[in-house]
């Protein structure tokens, strides 16, 4: 790409060879062991490339299991130091498949699993209201909200105050006090309006209070240590901020109105969010909405336990029912307050359509999450895939949406609806 397109653009290098920048997993590809013709992974591979020669994620990470087997695992261009503002002599660090990406709000997923893992454990039921376990959180109105409320969208709080200080949000205590404080938009979980950060504030808060320990401790005691996980943590530790991956904000500045649903959706304009993500204190906090952190792998990994039905190297993450529970569609397909946008949600995941949906066509038992935008993270249960594209950049409009959309219609092309009799049970 020409540097004055470039510049245009907002976008980051690209070489003429991308095998140059490329990253792969030859022993981690297993697409003989299930039947998977090497021209499919080539073909999947082929539409990552071209969303790479967009210029808008300085560094992609992709996995994508069939039947429980990894047949692609690569990564392509670097972790840091090639950013569109970044100056030419800036060191450049190699997207390999073992850098920790954050995964934003693809974090909720693993959140909402967690919750349902407590109603597996007798500890909550999620339609009780948050206040029977937090009772501050009964002011101003909130007292009737449920937990279920929060994880589906509909709790009313999608939001924090306007102006609050963006250093508030790795201060639980402070965000929480805000949260109890605040009026609720409607109580009656009528309306869906996506709640970008707040839902995992209250949720942690709920968490924390039935089990008597921190919501990072759960989460590394029932799903990262018994799954084998490398990283997998809410934020990530001192010592290691510098084998995250950065984080860019590409593509053209957002004009009116997308710059309104961008600040409406994020509490922030891009530029902004590019600087929080950046910073180390966001990197060290615990958020649970948003700032969980590992590869590709893993968060493919933990969804193909839940289409595994809770299983996972044969041991036994939660139930298959709390899976089920997870992944039910709750209300019906809806305008999102929020992002503006016709939404399907279960109690904690985005889910798929027909004829078409968030992850592609026919895609009705798919569920999954999206990470600012970009970041694809998602199980088709009648498909039997599990797949994660993460990637560096977030671009809101611009010239990659296409090969973003033809990314994900791929996946969806390359593998056809399986019988009903093939299907992982999740499905049925």
Partial sequence: MHSIARCALHSCKV????STVTHRDAAGENPEAVGVDARIVDTIWKSVEALYRTGVHPGIQISVRHRGEQI???????????????PADTPKVAMTTDTPVCYFSASKAVTALLMHMLVEQGLVNLMDPVS????????????????????????????????TPIDVLWDKDEVWRLLCEARAVEVNGSKVAYHAIT????????????????????????????????????????????ELATNYATGPTPRFPVSWIVNRALGGDI????????????????????????TAEEIGRFFQMMLNGGVWNGQRICKEITVRRAIQQFGSLQIDRTMLMPMRFSAGMMLGGNPIGLWGQQSR????????????????????????????????????????????YTMARQFPLLPESERPLVAT
């Avoid at 070489?15 to 991308?18: A, I, N, S």
């Avoid at 692609?72 to 970044?86: K, M, Q, T, V, Y």
Wanted: aromatic share 8%; glycine share 12%.
């Fill in 199 to 242: 839902g995992g504030y209250v949720l942690q808060r709920v968490l924390e209070k039935v089990t008597g320990d921190t919501i990072e401790n759960y989460l590394d005691k029932h799903l990262r240590q018994p799954m084998g996980m490398k990283w997998f943590t809410y934020g990530v530790q001192p010592e290691n901020l510098h």
């Fill in 365 to 408: 038992y798919a569920f999954g999450h999206v990470g600012l935008i970009n970041k694809l993270c998602w199980a088709d249960a009648a498909r039997d895939i599990s797949v994660s594209l993460l990637n560096t950049g977030f671009p809101i409009v611009g010239h990659h949406i296409p090969a973003l959309g033809k990314f994900v």
């Fill in 271 to 294: 530029a902004t969010v590019e600087q929080v993500t950046n910073d180390p204190r966001f990197q060290e906090a615990v958020i649970p909405a948003g700032n969980l952190c590992g």
């Fill in 132 to 163: 029977y376990y937090c009772p501050e959180f009964a002011t101003n109105g909130k007292r009737t909200i449920t937990v279920h409320q929060i994880l589906s969208h509909r709790g009313g709080i999608p939001a924090i105050p306007t102006e």
């Fill in 15 to 18: 070489p003429k060879d991308l």
């Fill in 72 to 86: 692609l695992h690569r990564a392509i261009g670097h972790a840091s130091g090639n950013g569109p503002d970044d």
